[in-house]
Every structure is written in C-alpha cells, then in structure tokens.
C-alpha cells in the first residue's frame, strides 16, 4: 500500500510517504517555502496545503500520484461543533472547518491526478497517537499513549493504548480545557510568538522560581477520570505583559517557572491515570506539541510509572502528516513497522554536492575524513555549519543541519547565540556517543532526538559550561556509531583532541528561519554569519580561505 499523510489545518504543514507500512520520506512544507512553520495558524491560512514537500515525497520515491491508494488527512471536519459551543472565542473558525471540508477537491488540485475520492479523513488526535503508538521502536507490544497538544476538532487530548496495532481510546479531553491552549497563552502574555516560541518560554523558566504554584494548583488540576481542567487565568494578576521587544524582568520568569511546575505535575497525574487504564502497560508514547517540553519529559521518565517513555521526534503537528499516514495504512491491511530514524527528509549526492560548490566559485577541498577535519576546527574553537545526508524531519537537528562549537568555552554560549541572532537567555545543547553519556550525564538512555534533559554530573559542569544549563541541566543527544557513524567518528576525533567526548550542536540557521536544508541555503548561511567552516558532505569550505588564504 502507497498512503501519502497529509497535515495542514493548523500549523506547520507536512507530508509524509509511508509504502507498505515503512516511512520512506517526510518533510515539513517550510524546509521548501522557507517559511518559518509553514504558515500562523489561522482559519484564513487552513486552505493552504504543503503542496511542494508532498511532490517531494511522491518523486523521491517514484511514485506517481495516480498510484497512490490513499491520501490521509489528519484532520476531520465531520467530527467539528461550533466553536463557540466549545468555548472558543474564534469567530472564524467555521471557515477552517469549510476548508477541511473542501480539503479533497483542494488535493486534487495541487496533486493533478489525484481523484478526490481518495482522501481519507483522519481525526486529529488519532493521527497524532498513531505518530508515537505506531512508530515506537517496540510498537508490537501494548503502547498506551499519550496525545497532548492545543486542539483538534473538539478536544485537546487523548489517552489510549495501542494493542496489535489497534488504538483504544480510553479518555479525551474535551474543549475548551487544554494545556496546550494555556501554555501558548503565556507565551503570547511574555511577548513571544504563540503556536512557534513555547520553547523559549520553557528556557525562561529555568531562571525563576514558581512563586504562583500554589494559586496554579487551584486553577489547573487533574480529574479523577483521567481529564483535567484548565480554569480561566488572570495572567496579569502576576506578571504584567511583556512586549516583544520588552524588558524580561524576574516576575515574567517566574510566571514561566509556575506553570512550568504546574503543567510537569499535570502531566504526571494523567499519565499515572493512564497507566493503571491500560492495564500497567510498561510503554508510553508521547505526541503532540506538549510532548516538545522535554524538561516534563525527563520528569515523567524520571518519577512516572512507566519503564520507558518514548517521544515521537516530530510530535508536534507536522508528525500529524506520518501518524496520519500510518494510521490509514494499518486500516487498509499493512503492519506499520517502527520509525528507524528522522533522516526522512531531502539529501544530495557528493556529485551533486560538489556542483553546487562549483556553481557558487567556493574554494574547497576533500579531506580524508571531514568528521576529522570538522574536528580539528571545533578542537581550536572553530564553528563549523555541518551539512551531512538528509535533513531530519521534526524541529530538532540531529547532526544532518547542525551548527557544532566546543563546549568547554564559557563564552560558546552567549557567541552562538549571536550567530543565531536570538536571546542570551536560550541554551545550547550537547551531543555525545552513546558510550560516553553514563559518565558525563545522567537521566534517560538512549536520547537519540533530544527530548528529554539531563542532569549534567557535578564534575562534569566546569568542564563543558557552554551546554550546562542555568539548572545543571542539558537537552542531550545520544550518537549510536551504527546509526550516525560520520557523527561519532567526528565526536571520537574532538575528544582525542580536547579530552571532552561533548560537542555543542544547534539547528543550522538563523533565529525567524527554517533549518537549512539545501545546499545553497548552506551556502548562503555560511556567507554571511561567522562560521569557520563548511561541512558539505564529504567537502570543507574553510572561512580562510574566502579570505584568499588557501
């Protein structure tokens, strides 16, 4: 079976390509737009559909779209109410619903011969737990799971278990109480970009102290049924709004800090209602734009119930498009196998690598080994933009488009930040060999997308300042040699150098922007921010070497 996913109706629009129940490509619209998540998310925007990452994944597969058996919309507007019946004050949120509607005949348009008849609607937390319970690296065995996110149709979360492949639904909350919903409402109150900047706000909160829990307690609680409910919140009463070119004071960290606490024991109720609802099942998977707060992650897999706690790593709407996709080929008969990794979306070849190069007149060589000559400029405190195989599908970068530093400079910190153009107060993260993070950090094992935190071991802090946290924390990934050789190669060669088996590692791009995910797009960040080397493939462009110093 040949089921293309579909996500469009909020934000960042995605596609995914799952044949005969294997993912073989995804990709989110705004790598190709270069539109940062794609679109807002706004019912005017709902029509708009990510019409060239699904003509990617089509050709990358040779695939015709006349072939396809079905298109998977994660999104189904049979399942809608009137929003102010939900208790949303979105006047205009009928027009999303009409767009959904129309959402077949709209494919069929931007995918010429595509019969409208196959578009299958698929609701949108379904498609969000099929993401995680699906894809799971033990999804053969009972997976409950754990949807937790803004809205969809009519409520804003689910709590299931998957058995053979089948989802039960066990609880979903109904609008207009999310904890999605109360997050991007701080956002939006501390001046940040709601539905894009949540994770700014988590940063923040390592600063302050939640000063407010007591009173958030009241307003945000569990239910004995495995819901809760968010009460209406007078965020002014502790914090007044911030501007976004406002000053951050303490008051605004510690609002950011309170519901922080507050949403990590929430969390933790639910998922501890949800373990004894599915029977004590030893997994839970995790999706949705909650599952994107890894300080709650690493809280969950540190005092919750469950033995393991998996992330799908595109777990906010853009995964919609692969749970979408996977759901719809378990019910035309195929067994959806586990996600063997995110490098899902474009990549060149060395050949077509080496073109562009020349295309642009970059001076450049082919060294041995470009992990070693990436680690010779990291080891002299060099930035190195590494651009290797296909981009990673999801919001973090994981060694395909990465921005790597030493770690062991004080100062790496507050300078990647300024190449990146964003605020002081935002970390950086380390990466680090799988065999080497026992003795360095301490939390889940394998962290192979960085969605969890760690806590960096005290002897450790003072020897890699640049990715230990405010907290004496980091947001690790784990490099398996099997999986990311070029990666741990270059890791192994940094540490024969400096003695310190941690690199820094940040998204290839500049604050507002997408990740860079062409070879030009490369190119162009390397022009123009203060980075000393290029890594394209198996091709080094040193900053010297522009400079006429070959």
Partial sequence: MRVLGI??????????????????????????????????????????????????????????VDNLDA????????????????????????????????????????LPGLDPEKVRFVP??????????????????????????????VASHLAGVYRDGRLSALYSQQLPHSLGLLYEDLTRHLGFLHSSDEYKVMALASYGRPRHLGLLRELVRATDDGGFRVERIDWASMAKARTADGEMTEEHADL??????????????????????????????????????CVANARLAAEGP??????????????????????????????????????????????ELEAEL???????????????????????????????????????????????????????????????????????????????????FEGVFPSPYMLFVHRVKPEWRDRIPAVTHVDGTARVQTVHADTEPVVAEMLAEFERLTGLPV????????????????????MELFGSAPVDLLALGPFAVHRRSLAGDW
């Fill in 124 to 153: 949108h937390h379904v498609a969000h737990a099929a993401s995680a319970g699906l894809a799971a690296p033990r999804a053969g065995d009972d997976t409950a799971v754990l949807v937790l996110d803004g809205r969809g149709e």
């Fill in 306 to 351: 469950y033995r393991e706690v998996w992330v799908q790593p595109a777990a906010g709407d853009s995964g919609t498009a692969l749970g979408a996709a996977l759901h719809m080929a378990g019910t035309l008969g195929d067994r959806p196998t586990p996600l063997a990794g995110v490098d899902l979306g474009r990549g060149w070849s060395d050949e």
């Fill in 503 to 522: 690199v820094v590692n940040t998204s290839l791009n500049t604050a507002g922007r997408p990740m860079v995910d062409t070879p030009r797009e490369a």
């Fill in 7 to 64: 996500n469009a109706i909020f934000h960042d629009p995605a596609a995914a390509l799952v044949v005969d129940g294997t993912v073989v490509a995804a990709a989110e619209e705004e790598r190709f737009s270069r539109r940062k998540h794609g679109k807002r998310p706004v019912p005017f925007s709902a029509w708009e559909l990510p019409e060239l990452s699904a003509a990617w994944c089509l050709a990358s597969a040779g695939i015709d």
């Fill in 358 to 440: 020349r295309r642009a007149a970059l001076p450049y060589t082919r060294p041995a080994s470009i992990a070693a000559e990436a680690a010779r400029v990291l080891a002299t405190n060099g930035i190195v933009a590494w651009y290797q195989g296909r981009s990673e599908y999801g919001p973090r970068a994981l060694g395909h488009r990465s921005l790597l530093a030493h770690p062991g400079d004080p100062a790496t910190t507050a300078r990647m930040n300024d190449v990146k153009g964003r605020e002081q107060f935002r970390p950086i993260a380390p990466m680090v060999r799988a065999e080497r993070f026992a003795e360095i």
């Fill in 256 to 293: 950011a800090a309170s519901v922080q606490a507050r949403l990590e024991e929430v969390v933790l109720d639910l998922s501890r209602w949800l373990y004894d609802a599915a029977g004590g099942a030893s997994t839970l998977a995790m999706a949705g734009g909650v599952a994107l707060n």
């Fill in 71 to 110: 298109v998977a919309y994660s999104f189904d507007p049979g399942l809608c109410r009137d929003a102010a019946d939900l208790g949303l004050g979105d006047p205009w949120d009928w027009l999303r619903v009409d767009y959904a509607k129309r959402a077949p005949q709209f494919l069929a348009a931007a």
